[in-house]
Structure formats: C-alpha cells, structure tokens
DNA sequence: GCCGTTTTCGGCCCGACTGTTTTCAGTCG
C-alpha cells in the first residue's frame, strides 16, 4: 500500500468507530495519524526500515502495529473486521449540520437510510418524526441543511486542495520520472473554492508518467484517462485534473491557468493575435508588451491590465508591517506572547497586537477582567523590552460583539486597551436585520478599530450568517474601522467580492491570520488570495501602513 | 487511541444551544 492509502485507511476507522460509537479520543488517534502520515516528508517503509516507526509523532503501539500490517499485508484486523459495518454513505450523512454520528447511526440502523438523497426523501415524507428525538421542527431544518450542504459540498475549498497538491508535487517529483509539478486552474488564480483541482505534470516518458499517477491510490475510483492522455477522477470527493506534458510551457501554463476570458485577451496582444510557444508565462507577457500579471487579478481583465501597464501593483506578502489579531496561551493560543512577539520579529515585522478572546467565549477560556489586569501585568515589561528593539507590542483584544451589539468587556478595561477586534462568535442565527443592527452597533465603538471574520462562513463547513453585507461596509466606512479580511484557511473572510465593492466604497481592510500558533502565520496567503483577487493595493491594507502611521490610525490619534 | 509522567493511568475542550423532553441527548464552536 502507499502511504497514501494507508492514510486514508486510518481515516477511514476513525469515521466508522465513530458512528459505532467509540471513544472520541481513539477516534481522534485515528484521524491523527492519517494527518501526520500525510504530512511525512519520508514514506513510511523507509522510516520503518530504519526502525523509526515510532519516533513519529501520535504513533503509539496500536497505530504503529496496523501500519506494519498495511506495509506488509496491504490490510489490517481492524479494518477487514469493521470495513463493512457502516456503508459510506452513512459517514457522509453526518457531514451535513445538524446531523452528528448519532443522528447518522440512528436513521441508518432504524431507517436503513444510507445516502444523502435516501434522508431527504425520509424527511419530506415525514418518516423522521417517527424516530425517538425527532419533530416535525428538527425535520424541517434537516431538510434545510441538506439543501445548505448541497451548495457547500458542490466546491473544494482552497485550504483541502493547497496541502493535497503539496503531497502531489513531493510524490510525483520523487518517482524519478517527473520533472515538473504545477498547480493551474482555479486554485492559482487563489479562488476560495474550486471546481476542478487542476495540475500540469511535466515528463519526457509520458506513459511513464501517467502510470505514476494513476499507481499511488489517490483516486476514490477508477480514473479516467482521456484521449488526449490527460487523467481525470475524484480524489477524497475532490475532483482532479492531470495535464500531462514534456515541459511546463508558458502557454500551456498560462492556458491552464486561465479563465478563458483573459487567455483570449492577452493572446489578442501578442504578435499576430496568435499565442506561439513561449518558455514561460514573463516571455508571453513581454510579447504582449506587458508586465507579469498575476494570477489572482486574471478574472478581472480591466484590473489585469492596468496591472500589466504597471499601474497597478497588489498587495503581497513582504508589504506586512504588523498582524493585529493573534491568540496566546493566555485563551486559546498555543505560543505565548513573547513567542508570538519574537515569530513576528523573525518575520520581519514592526508591530504586533495581542487579541485573545473576551470572556463570554468560554470555551476559549476568554479573558475574565481578572486575568486581563494579570494579562497587563505580564504584558508592561515586555513592551518596554521589545520597544527597545523598535518593536510595537499592542495590547488588543477579539471582543465577542454581544447580542445588543455592545462589546464584550468591561470599561475600566476597554479604556486601557490600545483597539479592539469586534467579532461576532455567538448567537449566529439571528435575522439579517438584527445581525446588521448588532453589528453596526459595534462597529460604531470608538475603541472598535477592526471588523474581525465579517461573515463568519467556514469554507465547506457553514454558510456565513445572514447580514447585509452593504450596510456593514458602509458603516465601516462611516467610522473609519477597518474589515479583516482573514486568513484562516476555512474562512477566507471576508471573500474576493465584497472586498472589490468594499474597496470600491472606500473601505480599509486589515489582513489577520487569527493566529492561535507561531505557524499559523504562514496561512497569510489564504487572506492574501482574497486582497489581490480584489486587486487591493498595500495602501488599502492598514496592517502594511509604516508603524507610525499605523499606530497612530490604531490609536485615533 | 496517545501522551506524560508521581513509569500507571487519568486526561484529552467543555459549556451553550436546540428541540426535544418532562430532565436530556446530540451537535457545535
């Protein structure tokens, strides 16, 4: 077995223990290991044969003994025994909301429903009502959130496709006949969700290479080779698209990255209005007399070319001068603060606020008026420490926005916090009047200076709350508070096209990582796909204005 | 299941919300 397969084995354990009911820990050991295998740099045969199984981490003697099994017997005890206990279809009922293991178990034990489309009919024929727990209300919503998964399920988000293509390049780049892996489509031109996950794999052997592909275990099913020599299929519910080339052309690079729409129009500037063969994408555009155009602004041909002119230069990753919303061991963070203090310091930053959560967010152990007087105690001789280092240390905080609207802390503490980060986290379903009301209400603060995650959406998980979205921008405009745009793999909030018409009415946004870890800051790509698919610029970015200016807009000052 | 260790076994995210129930189970953040 590949380690790839030997890693979705474990996952897939983990889901059928878990509709058994098993402990949720041993079903979180098994999910684990999946992650960490996937995330191996070595393959696990090799680190076995230098008896190194268990130096790996979240391996103990149980997770270690079955992977000696799959490496020698392509199957384990386990797996032959439980494989045909919980069809999967099952497992998939209890990805929509509102539906649990639980749930999932009961309808399926009770009801032999087995599929998706087998709950819905149950539902709209009223058979649920019937089941122990269930009422005509719990239908109705069930029946909502099916229709919810449906549009959300219908994408791959960004943040399952980046780490898959990660494994793909290492794998493919080992097996000696690749020379070439890159990412195209959707996902380079940083969309938040994608039709398709597309790549260009370059090979002069191009049976040799196909066969590669199609060898490692990575599809759900059979893969479709298409005439052209192109492999097609579904992986972990992803569909996937390999393009197999001798070399990794400019156009080909450029065609595959598309859309349609802007290959068109940068082919129309070329000599000829004919797109020859380019070694890479920088030939093609000094062809058309252009400079290099990102992928990100692609969609928007306008912006693409002022762009191209030089009129236009987006926002990227080395314009940061701060982050301004980050957790530490003080509520939810894993780093402390002058972990958090010193990463940003190595990452060439000048400024960093301390934002961990307010107390209504138990379960992030928010901080009590208590602890934040303790949190200022601690916090005082650092910034004095890192201010001789011309470092800015901010004492922040991610107010829960209640549901009045006010701000999630006391005012004897309010007013000795440099700004606030006002985030709604609780109490999600409320009209679309009374959220923009809440909201509004909030941002209106004068201690309020960012919009935190505005719609609340996670990427194949939840729909954003209800909101006018316009009414928000426009009050953020109104008090001079910026929006964040997050950088949380799973929210990508605020998305590409509210931040075009939030810059179009004259918004500021502030690009956070939501940092609970000293390595969550590498997912400031995920923030920046949105920023530049906006076509912002680093002026429109509060946290890549120079400190003094910075701190001084921070401050109203 | 793994981990950390008082090297043997308890802790591991726990409390709010919802729709059911008639005191609670399941889900979620």
């Given at each position: 077995?590949t380690?790839?397969?030997?890693?979705?084995?474990f996952?897939?354990?983990?889901?059928i223990?878990?509709?058994?009911?098993?402990?949720?820990?041993?079903?979180k050991?098994?999910?684990?290991?999946?992650?960490?295998?996937?995330?191996?740099?070595d393959n696990?045969?090799?680190i076995?044969?230098?008896?190194?199984?268990?130096?790996?981490?979240s391996?103990g003697?149980?997770?270690m003994g079955k992977t000696?099994?799959f490496?020698?017997t392509g199957?384990?005890e386990?797996w032959?025994?439980?494989k045909?206990d919980?069809?999967a279809g099952v497992?998939?009922l209890a990805?929509?909301?509102g539906?649990?293991?639980?749930?999932?178990?009961?309808v399926f034990?009770e009801?032999?429903?087995?599929t998706?489309?087998?709950?819905?009919?149950?539902?709209?024929?009223?058979?649920?009502?019937?089941?122990?727990?269930?009422?005509?209300?719990?239908e109705?919503?069930?029946l909502?959130?099916?229709?919810?998964?449906?549009r959300?399920?219908?994408?791959?988000p960004?943040?399952?496709?980046?780490?898959?293509?990660?494994?793909?390049s290492?794998v493919l780049?080992?097996?000696?006949?690749v020379?070439?892996?890159?990412?195209?489509?959707?996902?380079?031109?940083?969309?938040d969700?994608?039709?398709?996950?597309?790549?260009l794999?370059?090979?002069?052997?191009?049976?040799?290479?196909?066969?590669?592909?199609v060898?490692?275990?990575?599809?759900?099913?059979?893969?479709s080779?298409?005439a052209?020599?192109d492999i097609t299929?579904?992986?972990d519910?992803?569909?996937?698209h390999?393009?197999?080339v001798?070399?990794?052309?400019?156009?080909v690079?450029?065609t595959?990255t598309?859309?349609?729409a802007?290959?068109?129009?940068?082919?129309?500037?070329?000599?000829?209005?004919?797109?020859?063969e380019?070694?890479?994408e920088d030939?093609?555009?000094?062809a058309a007399?252009?400079?290099?155009?990102?992928?990100?602004?692609?969609?928007?041909t306008?912006d693409?070319?002022?762009v191209?002119?030089?009129?236009?230069?987006l926002?990227?990753?080395?314009d940061?001068?701060?982050?301004?919303?980050?957790?530490t061991?003080?509520?939810d963070?894993?780093n402390?603060i002058?972990e958090m203090?010193?990463?940003a310091i190595r990452?060439g930053?000048?400024?960093?606020?301390?934002?961990?959560?307010?107390?209504?967010?138990?379960?992030?152990?928010?901080?009590?008026t208590?602890?934040?007087?303790?949190?200022f105690?601690?916090?005082?001789?650092l910034?004095?420490h890192?201010?001789d280092?011309?470092?800015?240390?901010?004492?922040?905080?991610?107010?829960?926005?209640?549901q009045?609207?006010?701000?999630d802390?006391?005012?004897?503490?309010?007013?000795?916090?440099?700004y606030?980060v006002?985030?709604?986290h609780i109490?999600?379903k409320?009209t679309e009047a009374q959220?923009?009301?809440?909201?509004?209400t909030?941002?209106?603060h004068?201690?309020?200076?960012i919009l935190?995650?505005p719609t609340g959406r996670?990427?194949?998980?939840?729909?954003?709350?209800?909101?006018?979205?316009?009414a928000?921008?426009?009050?953020?405009?109104?008090?001079?508070?910026?929006?964040?745009?997050?950088?949380?793999?799973?929210?990508?909030?605020?998305?590409d096209?509210?931040?075009?018409?939030?810059?179009?009415?004259?918004?500021?946004?502030?690009?956070?990582?939501?940092?609970?870890?000293?390595?969550?800051?590498?997912?400031?790509?995920y923030?920046?796909?949105?920023?530049?698919r906006?076509?912002?610029?680093?002026e429109?970015v509060?946290n890549?204005?120079?400190?003094g200016?910075?701190?001084?807009?921070?401050?109203?000052?």
């Amino acid at each position: 077995m590949t380690d790839t397969q030997i890693a979705r084995r474990f996952r897939q354990i983990g889901d059928i223990l878990e509709i058994k009911g098993e402990n949720p820990f041993k079903i979180k050991a098994y999910r684990t290991a999946c992650d960490t295998i996937d995330a191996l740099e070595d393959n696990l045969a090799d680190i076995d044969a230098r008896g190194e199984l268990q130096n790996i981490p979240s391996f103990g003697p149980a997770i270690m003994g079955k992977t000696r099994e799959f490496l020698t017997t392509g199957t384990c005890e386990l797996w032959e025994k439980i494989k045909s206990d919980v069809p999967a279809g099952v497992i998939q009922l209890a990805g929509i909301r509102g539906v649990g293991p639980k749930v999932a178990a009961q309808v399926f034990k009770e009801l032999n429903v087995t599929t998706v489309d087998a709950l819905e009919i149950a539902a709209q024929n009223g058979q649920l009502q019937a089941l122990s727990g269930f009422g005509a209300a719990k239908e109705k919503k069930l029946l909502e959130a099916i229709a919810a998964w449906r549009r959300i399920g219908s994408r791959v988000p960004l943040w399952k496709a980046l780490p898959f293509a990660a494994r793909v390049s290492r794998v493919l780049l080992a097996s000696g006949c690749v020379s070439g892996v890159q990412l195209t489509g959707e996902a380079r031109r940083g969309m938040d969700t994608l039709s398709c996950v597309r790549f260009l794999v370059a090979g002069a052997d191009k049976v040799a290479v196909t066969k590669t592909i199609v060898d490692q275990g990575w599809f759900d099913a059979e893969a479709s080779t298409l005439a052209n020599g192109d492999i097609t299929g579904i992986i972990d519910e992803m569909p996937v698209h390999f393009s197999v080339v001798p070399t990794i052309t400019g156009n080909v690079l450029l065609t595959e990255t598309g859309p349609e729409a802007f290959v068109a129009w940068i082919t129309g500037l070329l000599p000829g209005g004919v797109m020859a063969e380019y070694a890479s994408e920088d030939a093609i555009f000094e062809a058309a007399g252009m400079r290099f155009i990102d992928p990100e602004i692609r969609d928007h041909t306008e912006d693409a070319a002022r762009v191209g002119r030089g009129e236009l230069r987006l926002v990227t990753l080395s314009d940061f001068t701060a982050q301004l919303h980050e957790h530490t061991t003080w509520s939810d963070g894993r780093n402390s603060i002058s972990e958090m203090a010193d990463e940003a310091i190595r990452r060439g930053w000048s400024t960093l606020g301390i934002t961990d959560h307010s107390a209504s967010l138990t379960v992030a152990r928010g901080l009590t008026t208590e602890r934040h007087i303790a949190q200022f105690e601690e916090l005082a001789p650092l910034q004095g420490h890192y201010a001789d280092q011309d470092f800015a240390l901010l004492a922040g905080l991610e107010a829960d926005i209640l549901q009045d609207g006010s701000l999630d802390c006391a005012p004897e503490i309010l007013s000795q916090l440099h700004y606030v980060v006002a985030s709604v986290h609780i109490r999600y379903k409320e009209t679309e009047a009374q959220m923009t009301d809440r909201m509004c209400t909030a941002i209106a603060h004068p201690k309020t200076r960012i919009l935190g995650h505005p719609t609340g959406r996670l990427l194949g998980r939840r729909e954003g709350y209800a909101v006018d979205m316009n009414a928000i921008i426009d009050a953020a405009v109104k008090h001079n508070v910026a929006i964040e745009i997050n950088a949380g793999p799973e929210r990508m909030d605020l998305c590409d096209a509210w931040v075009r018409i939030g810059a179009g009415k004259g918004a500021k946004f502030s690009i956070n990582a939501d940092a609970h870890s000293i390595n969550h800051f590498d997912w400031l790509p995920y923030g920046l796909a949105m920023a530049r698919r906006a076509g912002l610029t680093k002026e429109q970015v509060v946290n890549c204005w120079e400190p003094g200016k910075l701190v001084a807009w921070l401050l109203r000052i």
